[in-house]
Structure formats: structure tokens, C-alpha cells
């Protein structure tokens, strides 16, 4: 069983960047489709952005498209989110999830098996 943690997130200026990364304990990630997940206050969590094992697909949601990168260094274990140009509608608490062994990149949530706790990032305006 894997356990995932986020980092990386905090209070930021409307046109700013965040990196949030996400490790994980118990084993690698390395066969493992990964993803990113936000959650505003009164909404349900959204799909923004998920990447291969190899890493060589990726999606995005429409929102994030242009201004988010997502990347994964499986020799650590980790996998990142860069943010840039951040709006305030990017407010939420952002989680990192793992897929399936072997399964390409979704945006359903119901296909990621394990999750971590969330990191706040706020966006003022």
C-alpha cells in the first residue's frame, strides 16, 4: 500500500507560480498512472491533471491547459505540479492521487485508487 503526501501549497498573489509536489512512502511509483485533483469550498473535486507511468501522456483539464505542468521523477518517487499564471478560480485544496498499474491517464476520480491528505493553495486577487 502506498502512502501519498502533497506539499508545496500556500498563499499566492493572482499571476504567480506554485510547485506542488506529492511523494509517496511504502513503494515506487514508477508503474503507476498519476494524477492532480482539486476541491473549491461548496464544489465537488475536479479533474486538472493527470501523466502516464513513462511519462510521456499527459492530460489537462481545459482550465489548467497552457498554464499547469505536470511531471514525475520516479527514481524519487515523487510526482510535481508547476502552476503558473494562478488565478483566483485555482483556489482549492489540490490532491495527488495514484491510478492503475499500467492504465493510461484519467480524469475520472473513481479510477484512482489511493489518495493523500491535500494542500491549500489560495490565489488573491
Known amino acids: 500500500q502506498v502512502q501519498l503526501v502533497e506539499s508545496g501549497g500556500g498563499l499566492v498573489q493572482a499571476g504567480g507560480s506554485l510547485r506542488l509536489s506529492c511523494t509517496a512512502s511504502?513503494?515506487?511509483?514508477?508503474?503507476?498512472?498519476m494524477g492532480w485533483f482539486r476541491q473549491a469550498p461548496g464544489k465537488e473535486r475536479e479533474f486538472v491533471a493527470a501523466i502516464s507511468w513513462s511519462g510521456d501522456i499527459t492530460l489537462y483539464a481545459d482550465s489548467v491547459k497552457g498554464r499547469f505542468t505536470i511531471s514525475r521523477d520516479n527514481s524519487e518517487t515523487a510526482m510535481y505540479l508547476q502552476m503558473n499564471s494562478l488565478k483566483p478560480e485555482d483556489t482549492a485544496v489540490y490532491y495527488c492521487?495514484?491510478?492503475?498499474?499500467?492504465?493510461?491517464?484519467?480524469?475520472?476520480?473513481?479510477?484512482?485508487?489511493?489518495w493523500g491528505q491535500g494542500t491549500q493553495v489560495t490565489v488573491s486577487s
Open positions: 511504502g513503494r515506487t511509483l514508477g508503474a503507476y498512472t
Open positions: 492521487a495514484e491510478g492503475r498499474r499500467g492504465v493510461a491517464p484519467d480524469i475520472r476520480s473513481y479510477n484512482y485508487d489511493y
